[in-house]
């Protein structure tokens, strides 16, 4: 607030200067009074009558009779009392203006300028952890004296799982009762944090929440994530990849999600040695095939290495689709669609045909480094579903 003030009150004083120059600092000229400029019509008046006194257009009786009028005119207009020079009067004048000009600029401020709210904005603190703590603890008490309020305890729920306190925002859930048991959104993340409170097991309670969930509705995106998460969790890699094949299938195909799910759905086959999805499903809009080494490099190989298979538009670097998974043994199989597609606006399925080749990285660094293991560039037709790509080349 002070802020604003302090230059405001500099701004006041700099107009009121601007106004009352005049009567601060006056002129050297002196102002004519009104007196003076009395004095000085009648002395024209007067000349103007004696010079008709003696053309002889007026007699001696006129003219004394005319002149005595004068004389008392200009007595009862240069009278003392009236010869008041306007400029006499500073202080009052100005005393005047500095009345008019506070008034109407502190009316114009608080009408037109809202200073409540430049004093509220000025005194407004950034929300510190401590500050957000306090008022969950404070809800949390609330919620006490009102126990029936499930709506209540579903968002203090919340509150703690957004504070990390997952074992008070489990009980809170707990508390909420049918509140959650209606919706499957919540249902969702009442598992979810029972399954983080027991190190990622899902056996039990997680696992009925979660059928619950998406009994209630069967596309639910976190349900669908955390029924092949616990798929996977009990080995039944199966399960775990036809689960998120479809929650794959309800995201943009170009969103960090669906690489994300595309990557676990990579890994799940891998560990459970699944073939790829069929061709005859994508092969309109895809490119599949197998990855094999040479023999001379297959000890070059090692547990861990990133594979990467990078589908381009002829005669261009930037990759149309990249597929990039950990390796564990090749022969393997790959598939490259528009799910992998690295921009929305070129996808693969809007090509005739595309440059493949493949890479096995020690970093999974986009740009090739020495040391890495590739195969020759293939054109290929999009729709290819035999496409081989053999590594048997090092990059020196």
Known sequence: MTNFIIPAFLLLVLVLVLLLRPFIFPGKTHSTSRRQMNVSIYREELDKLEAERQSGLMDEQSYDL????????LFQDTNEEDDKSFSKSPKI??????????????????????ATRVAQKNAEQPVTQEAVEKMVTEFAAKMEHDPQNLQGWVMLARSYRILGRNQEAEKAYTRAGDFVKSDPQL???YADVI????????????TQLINQALK????????LWLSGSASFSAQNYKVAVQTWEKLSALLPPQSDESRAIQASIAQAREKGHLPPSTPAVVSAKSVSGIVEVSADLQSKIKPGDILM?????????????????DLTKLPMSFVLNDALAMNPQVLISQLSEVSVEVRISKTGMAKAEKGDLVSKPQIVAVGASKVRLLIDQAIQ
């Open 66 to 73: 005319t002149h005595a009028e004068l004389r008392q005119r």
């Open 187 to 189: 249902l969702a993340d």
């Open 216 to 223: 209630l509705d069967p596309n639910n995106l976190l349900a």
């Open 309 to 325: 298979v990078i589908a381009r538009k002829p005669g261009e670097r930037m990759p149309v689709a990249v597929l990039k998974t």
């Open 93 to 114: 004048t100005i005393i005047g203006i500095l009345i008019f000009v506070l008034t109407l600029s502190s009316g114009l401020y608080f009408v037109l300028g809202d």
């Open 195 to 206: 399954a983080t409170n027991t190190n990622g097991d899902f056996s039990g309670k997680p």
